[in-house]
């Protein structure tokens, strides 16, 4: 018996010592190999053809405005009216009735300049992974910027470069940790878990959830991907 709970201990040990050394080697491959594709300033960024805006909740469960989603709006309004990109793809979750992450985006880009013709609608980018790679895979778009808060960015920047996508980068909007306080600190925490989980993913070779037909980006429409 002794042996047995020595023996467990030890498996207990070592499994958390891996498990513990895993996340940091994920959280600092990230960061390290992506921190040169980062910009802040929309007159420095080199320019694509296209960006890439992650998508996410327009208002918090309280039914306040999220900053997050106001904040990455903004970025990508600097963007377009820095000549930086010619079209966007809205990226978000539409897998609820009432819930439209896309369309909000959409209509707020359109609230901020951007043509609507000029908007392409992702409503398959469930996770991080999905609109990447469903970015290279529909919408046939390697050279891209990314638009998001800096974690974000890292994370879909390293998802981007392993699935083949070279010519990336990244345009970082406003953090909102002065705003939010805790809840920020709560989702950057989280984020330790979530880089840590996309390397998984490549390991695993995961997919997207859904693919479909492939959208042809630069028609001047607006395209909904199947």
Known sequence: MKNFVKTTFKFAFLTILFGGLFVFLSNYAIKKTTQNRLYSNANEI?????????????????????????????????LYKAGKVEYFIVSGDNRKKGYNEPEDMRDDLIRRGVPANKIYLDYAGFRTLDSVVRCKEIFGQEDIIIVSQQFHN???????????MDNV??????????????????????????????????????????????????????????
Do not use: C, W
């Open 154 to 164: 890292e994370r879909a920047l390293f998802l981007a470069k392993a699935k083949g």
């Open 46 to 78: 080199p320019a694509h053809k296209v960006g890439l805006i992650l998508g996410t909740n327009k208002q918090l469960q309280s039914g306040r405005e999220n900053l997050y989603f106001r904040f990455r709006m903004e970025a990508a309004e600097k």
């Open 169 to 226: 980068h990244a345009f970082n909007a406003r953090d909102v940790s002065r705003q939010y306080g805790r809840s920020a600190i709560k989702v950057k925490i989280r984020e330790v878990g979530a880089k840590t989980y996309a390397v998984l993913d490549l390991m695993l070779n995961t997919q997207p959830k859904y693919l479909g037909e492939k959208v042809i980006v630069g028609e001047d429409a607006i395209v909904r991907s199947q």
